[in-house]
């Protein structure tokens, strides 16, 4: 098409007004054109005369434009011609109904005809430029297909003279003769090379195409010339191929004399001896820079936002699609998709006009692209709609991470044609889930999020996925609930009997904290302890259960003279241990609760003591001048080692309840058991055991000599009131 108005255009609209508005604005403009009135007569007129473009409307009287789209796609005779809808309907999902069906553009009534007039052109051109590809191809496959007949009847001539000697350097060395005489009547570059690649004839023509003269290039490697990108690719898919005999046509990069690249399409071919190995390689190359380029140019063109240079719809709904198959094949692999709409972009290009507003959406991409990683990719669907596409997003705080410094540099002012232009999104989040099956559901449902984001006030966002979205909020509901519950002092504790084996006599407590819900009663620690750790309130939890088991013992030491002896044991965190005012934290709880020390046993994991083994040591010497005795809680389930052990203050091991339940059924815990008993009393230690439920198990561990024991065999943790009894009972 010369004038870029010409082609047939088929419309399709069952309203007479519309119909003649498009066809003598159309006509006016050069195109030839034809409207139909329903579906029906759209699929005959389409298959009888084929259109270059159909304006297609979606409410026809007998079937939906979506209807005869498909089945205009369904037919090869109309598969390749572009549908742009026209329709009054302007929910999103209809949009993306007619791109999911095979429409190319989506315009809304009323509409503009300019608008109409420059989309038509715009998919004529499109249109056109595919054609022109295939033209060319086609033109290359016949222009490389006599270009290897022509090396047929070279390589055959060659063959022939080769196999005609007995000798075959002398044979290569006439075979090169005759081969230069034909090499030096070729525009194209024709050299010979040895099997690893060197040059071993270079044709005349190489001073033109590449600036060397055939002197400077014979006995070099080309893989000097190859671009770095390029090297692997011949190596593997050109190069070794050929020393197996076989004949390859590939296009890659080569840097002339003066540095520049260009792109050089290559015929090479190996020749054979007598014995079939390969002594040398022969190619013909020309160059086809233009080529490549017009074509890169042409893809770029057709995947990439004309106003913005992101990537259009096309190229990003590929992306997702991609995405989809990896979170299909690899089960860990997590992603996201983004959709950002502008809040008030309308008032801008009302107020300021649309140069000022394609100015906007312009600095709107730069911003975009700068709060991204290099994997993520960022497209621009049409008007001041933007879509974002996370990759690799294990989890949701990395998510909000992106998406709040997106907001935050979109808040910024921009200062375009001396106005000053405030700007925000609502941006809607679904995460790439397994369930999902296309991308444009994926779009869907980001549009859904994103405008419940615009309900919810603008410039936020929104979760599509409840499921984390209610894990997130449930979390920071937790957190600010134990907030509250630290400050109205919910937390309560139990206390479970520790027994010396032997004489199955008390000689102790653990203190366990529950936290007593006003609503949901008594929560135990598994439910808000690792939340406690992630906030940093395990510290100032853990200050509220040390001074409340202390100040418990001394009072009960006080009202039962039996509980004198009595130990208060209690668990301390790795943040609490490692406050800088730990030690006078604990001579302030002793002096506010006239405990004495040695009634007092912190119980501390093995994890804590590792690192910066001598800053523990000298905490560890600092409690035990308090005559406080020290405990490893847990021990054998994490970093056991005799490195540490002999030279810290520790009083007592604690062997952890995994170990104790399995002792009657597995011989391997019967000896960790044993193992951790004789290693303590070697190093001067005492043993208690935790999770004792049988009698067997009570035997066990006193025929091994462990000293100490707690239990359901013998108490469940009880709050303070039932001690009192117990202790009573006891007097």
Same mark, same amino acid.
């Given at each position: 098409?010369?004038?870029?108005?010409?082609?047939?255009?088929?419309?399709?609209?069952?309203?007479?007004?519309?119909?003649?508005?498009?066809?003598?604005?159309?006509?006016?403009?050069?195109?030839?054109?034809?409207?139909?009135?329903?579906?029906?007569?759209?699929?005959?007129?389409?298959?009888?005369?084929?259109?270059?473009?159909?304006?297609?409307?979606?409410?026809?009287?007998?079937?939906?434009?979506?209807?005869?789209?498909?089945?205009?796609?369904?037919? *090869?005779?109309?598969?390749?011609?572009?549908?742009?809808?026209?329709? #009054?309907?302007?929910?999103?999902?209809?949009?993306?109904?007619?791109?999911?069906?095979?429409?190319?553009?989506?315009?809304?009534?009323?509409?503009?005809?300019?608008?109409?007039?420059?989309?038509?052109?715009?998919?004529?051109?499109?249109?056109?430029?595919?054609?022109?590809?295939?033209?060319?191809?086609?033109?290359?496959?016949?222009?490389?297909?006599?270009?290897?007949?022509?090396?047929?009847?070279?390589?055959?001539?060659?063959?022939?003279?080769?196999?005609?000697?007995?000798?075959?350097?002398?044979?290569?060395?006439?075979?090169?003769?005759?081969?230069?005489?034909?090499?030096? &009547?070729?525009?194209?570059?024709?050299?010979?090379?040895?099997?690893?690649?060197?040059?071993?004839?270079?044709?005349?023509?190489?001073?033109?195409?590449?600036?060397?003269? #055939?002197?400077?290039?014979?006995?070099?490697?080309?893989?000097?010339?190859?671009?770095?990108?390029?090297?692997?690719?011949?190596?593997?898919?050109?190069?070794?191929?050929?020393?197996?005999?076989?004949?390859?046509?590939?296009?890659?990069?080569?840097?002339?004399?003066?540095?520049?690249?260009?792109?050089?399409?290559?015929?090479? !071919?190996?020749?054979?001896?007598?014995?079939?190995?390969?002594?040398?390689?022969?190619?013909?190359?020309?160059?086809?820079?233009?080529?490549? +380029?017009?074509?890169?140019?042409? +893809?770029?063109?057709?995947?990439?936002? +004309?106003?913005?240079?992101?990537?259009?719809?096309?190229?990003?709904? !590929?992306?997702?699609?991609?995405?989809?198959?990896?979170?299909?094949?690899?089960?860990?692999?997590?992603?996201?998709?983004?959709?950002?709409?502008?809040?008030?972009?309308?008032?801008?290009?009302?107020?300021?006009?649309?140069?000022?507003?394609?100015?906007?959406?312009?600095?709107?991409?730069?911003?975009?692209?700068?709060?991204?990683?290099?994997?993520?990719?960022?497209?621009?669907?049409?008007?001041?709609?933007?879509?974002?596409?996370?990759? &690799?997003?294990?989890?949701?705080?990395?998510?909000?991470?992106?998406?709040?410094?997106?907001?935050?540099?979109?808040?910024?002012?921009?200062?375009?044609?001396?106005? +000053?232009?405030?700007?925000?999104?609502?941006?809607?989040?679904?995460?790439?889930?397994?369930?999902?099956?296309?991308?444009? $559901?994926?779009?869907?449902?980001?549009?859904?999020?994103?405008?419940?984001? !615009?309900?919810?006030?603008? &410039?936020?966002?929104?979760?599509?996925?409840?499921?984390?979205?209610?894990? #997130?909020?449930?979390?920071?509901?937790?957190?600010?609930?134990?907030?509250?519950?630290?400050?109205?002092?919910?937390?309560?504790?139990?206390?479970?009997?520790?027994?010396?084996?032997?004489?199955?006599?008390?000689?102790?407590?653990?203190?366990?904290?529950?936290?007593?819900?006003?609503?949901?009663?008594?929560?135990?620690?598994?439910?808000?302890?690792?939340?406690?750790?992630?906030?940093?309130?395990?510290?100032?939890?853990?200050?509220?259960?040390?001074?409340?088991?202390?100040?418990?013992?001394?009072?009960?030491?006080?009202?039962? *003279?039996?509980?004198?002896?009595?130990?208060?044991?209690?668990?301390?965190?790795?943040?609490?241990?490692?406050?800088?005012?730990?030690?006078?934290?604990?001579?302030?709880?002793?002096?506010?609760?006239?405990?004495?020390?040695?009634?007092?046993?912190?119980?501390?994991?093995?994890?804590?003591?590792?690192?910066?083994?001598?800053?523990?040591?000298?905490?560890?010497?600092? @409690? !035990?001048?308090?005559?406080?005795?020290?405990? @490893?809680?847990?021990?054998?389930?994490?970093?056991?080692?005799?490195?540490?052990?002999?030279?810290?203050?520790?009083?007592?091991?604690?062997?952890?309840?995994?170990?104790?339940?399995?002792?009657?059924?597995?011989?391997?815990?019967?000896?960790?058991?044993?193992?951790?008993?004789?290693? #303590?009393?070697?190093?001067?230690? $005492?043993?208690?055991?935790?999770?004792?439920?049988?009698?067997?198990?009570?035997?066990?561990?006193?025929?091994?000599?462990?000293?100490?024991?707690?239990?359901?065999?013998?108490?469940?943790?009880?709050?303070?009131?039932?001690?009192?009894?117990?202790?009573?009972?006891?007097?």
């Amino acid at each position: 098409m010369t004038n870029p108005n010409s082609g047939r255009i088929l419309i399709v609209d069952d309203v007479p007004e519309n119909l003649r508005l498009l066809s003598s604005t159309l006509t006016d403009a050069g195109y030839e054109v034809r409207g139909v009135v329903t579906g029906t007569m759209a699929k005959l007129a389409a298959r009888s005369a084929t259109p270059d473009l159909i304006l297609l409307d979606i409410r026809l009287p007998d079937l939906t434009g979506y209807e005869v789209c498909q089945q205009l796609k369904a037919d *090869p005779r109309t598969c390749d011609i572009p549908v742009i809808f026209l329709s #009054a309907l302007d929910d999103t999902l209809d949009k993306v109904k007619a791109f999911s069906v095979g429409g190319v553009d989506y315009i809304t009534k009323p509409f503009q005809l300019e608008e109409v007039l420059a989309r038509i052109q715009t998919h004529l051109a499109l249109q056109h430029a595919k054609i022109q590809i295939r033209e060319l191809n086609t033109d290359l496959e016949q222009r490389v297909q006599q270009r290897t007949t022509q090396l047929e009847q070279i390589n055959q001539q060659l063959t022939r003279e080769i196999a005609e000697r007995e000798h075959a350097e002398r044979a290569l060395r006439e075979s090169e003769a005759r081969f230069r005489l034909l090499a030096e &009547n070729m525009s194209d570059l024709v050299c010979l090379h040895e099997p690893d690649g060197r040059y071993l004839y270079v044709s005349p023509s190489c001073e033109t195409l590449l600036g060397f003269s #055939a002197d400077e290039l014979i006995g070099l490697s080309p893989y000097q010339f190859f671009h770095p990108d390029d090297i692997e690719h011949i190596q593997l898919q050109t190069h070794q191929p050929i020393l197996r005999g076989e004949s390859i046509s590939t296009t890659y990069r080569f840097r002339k004399k003066s540095g520049e690249y260009i792109w050089l399409e290559t015929l090479a !071919k190996p020749l054979l001896n007598e014995s079939g190995q390969v002594i040398c390689m022969q190619t013909a190359s020309r160059d086809v820079t233009e080529r490549v +380029t017009v074509q890169a140019q042409l +893809t770029h063109d057709a995947l990439h936002d +004309t106003l913005t240079d992101l990537p259009n719809r096309v190229l990003f709904m !590929k992306q997702v699609e991609l995405a989809l198959k990896q979170a299909t094949q690899r089960a860990e692999y997590l992603f996201t998709v983004l959709f950002i709409d502008l809040d008030r972009f309308k008032l801008v290009n009302d107020s300021l006009g649309h140069l000022i507003g394609d100015q906007l959406l312009v600095a709107i991409a730069r911003i975009l692209e700068s709060c991204l990683r290099p994997n993520d990719i960022v497209a621009r669907l049409g008007g001041d709609e933007f879509t974002i596409l996370l990759d &690799n997003t294990p989890d949701l705080s990395t998510v909000i991470k992106i998406v709040d410094r997106i907001q935050h540099n979109l808040n910024v002012p921009l200062l375009l044609e001396g106005h +000053t232009v405030f700007t925000t999104a609502s941006i809607g989040i679904v995460f790439g889930l397994q369930r999902y099956e296309q991308a444009v $559901d994926l779009l869907r449902d980001a549009d859904t999020a994103m405008y419940r984001a !615009k309900e919810g006030g603008r &410039n936020r966002y929104e979760i599509f996925n409840h499921a984390m979205h209610v894990q #997130a909020m449930e979390r920071l509901h937790l957190e600010n609930a134990l907030r509250q519950a630290l400050d109205r002092q919910e937390f309560i504790l139990h206390y479970q009997p520790i027994f010396e084996l032997k004489s199955q006599t008390l000689v102790g407590f653990e203190a366990l904290v529950r936290w007593q819900h006003p609503e949901q009663g008594l929560v135990y620690p598994n439910a808000f302890i690792p939340v406690a750790e992630d906030s940093g309130l395990i510290s100032r939890l853990g200050q509220y259960v040390l001074h409340q088991a202390c100040q418990q013992l001394s009072q009960w030491q006080a009202q039962y *003279p039996n509980a004198r002896h009595l130990t208060m044991s209690v668990n301390i965190s790795s943040q609490q241990f490692r406050q800088p005012h730990f030690i006078q934290q604990l001579d302030e709880v002793l002096e506010a609760t006239h405990l004495n020390g040695a009634c007092l046993k912190l119980e501390i994991t093995e994890s804590m003591l590792i690192e910066d083994l001598d800053t523990v040591s000298q905490l560890l010497a600092c @409690i !035990k001048q308090r005559h406080i005795q020290l405990s @490893i809680d847990d021990f054998g389930t994490g970093y056991s080692s005799l490195s540490y052990l002999h030279r810290l203050p520790i009083n007592t091991l604690k062997i952890d309840r995994s170990f104790v339940a399995q002792m009657n059924a597995d011989l391997d815990s019967q000896e960790i058991v044993r193992a951790i008993v004789s290693l #303590a009393h070697t190093l001067g230690m $005492d043993v208690i055991a935790e999770g004792i439920e049988t009698s067997e198990q009570l035997e066990h561990l006193h025929r091994l000599d462990c000293e100490f024991g707690q239990g359901y065999f013998f108490s469940q943790p009880i709050d303070a009131m039932q001690v009192q009894d117990f202790l009573s009972s006891l007097a």
